[in-house]
C-alpha cells in the first residue's frame, strides 16, 4: 500500500498532467474540508491538515466540470460561486473517473467520513455502474455516453472548456 505522501505525489502528477491547478501551501482559518480550499480556480492543499486525501479528487472535480470561462471565479465554498446539484453529481462523477484512471480504491474517494453517510452506497453504486452525474459529463463533451465503447469512466477532456 502506498503511503500518503507517495499517494499526494500521485494526485499531484494527475493535476499537472491534465493541468488542473493546484498548490501545495500551507491553510490557515477554517476550511469547507480540513486541509483544502478553492481559491480562484486553484485547489489549494495542507498536506499537515488534510484529512483524506480522496477529499482532493472531489474538490478537483468541482474545478474540473467548471466552465473555462467560469473557473477562475471558484471560491472556498462552491455554493457561493454557484454550482448546485447538478454541479455536485458532475464532480463526484468525475472524481469517481479520476479515481479509476489512478487505479485507486474506492473507499480512497468515498471515505466512511464523507459523503453524509452516503459512502458505502456510492461506492456500491459505482462499482456497479449505476453511479450518477456521468450523463452531464457526457452533456459537457468531457466523455462519451457510458453505454458506448470507451465511455464514462473513460475521460476524452478532463477539464470542460
Not at 481559491?39 to 495542507?46: A, K, M, P
Not at 468525475?94 to 473507499?107: G, V
Not at 480512497?108 to 456497479?128: E, N, P, R
Amino acid at each position: 500500500m502506498p503511503t500518503q505522501t507517495e499517494q499526494l505525489t500521485q494526485l499531484t502528477a494527475f493535476f499537472q498532467q491534465i493541468e488542473l491547478p493546484y498548490q501545495l501551501t500551507s491553510l490557515s482559518g477554517t476550511s469547507f474540508l480540513p486541509g483544502l480550499r478553492i481559491q480562484n480556480g486553484c485547489l489549494l492543499i495542507d498536506p499537515d491538515k488534510l484529512s483524506y486525501l480522496g477529499d482532493c479528487l472531489h474538490e478537483a472535480g468541482h474545478i474540473a466540470v467548471t466552465t473555462s470561462a467560469k473557473r477562475a471565479e471558484l471560491q472556498a465554498d462552491v455554493r457561493q460561486s454557484g454550482h448546485g446539484p447538478a454541479e455536485e453529481m458532475a464532480a463526484i462523477a468525475w472524481s469517481w473517473a479520476a479515481l479509476q484512471y489512478l487505479k485507486l480504491p474506492p473507499e480512497f474517494l468515498f471515505h466512511s467520513d464523507g459523503y453524509k453517510g452516503g459512502s458505502d452506497a456510492y461506492i456500491a453504486a459505482f462499482t456497479t455502474g449505476k453511479g450518477f452525474g456521468h450523463p452531464l459529463l457526457s452533456w459537457y463533451g468531457m466523455c462519451e455516453t457510458a453505454d458506448t465503447t470507451n465511455g464514462y469512466p473513460q475521460m476524452k477532456l478532463w477539464l470542460r472548456p
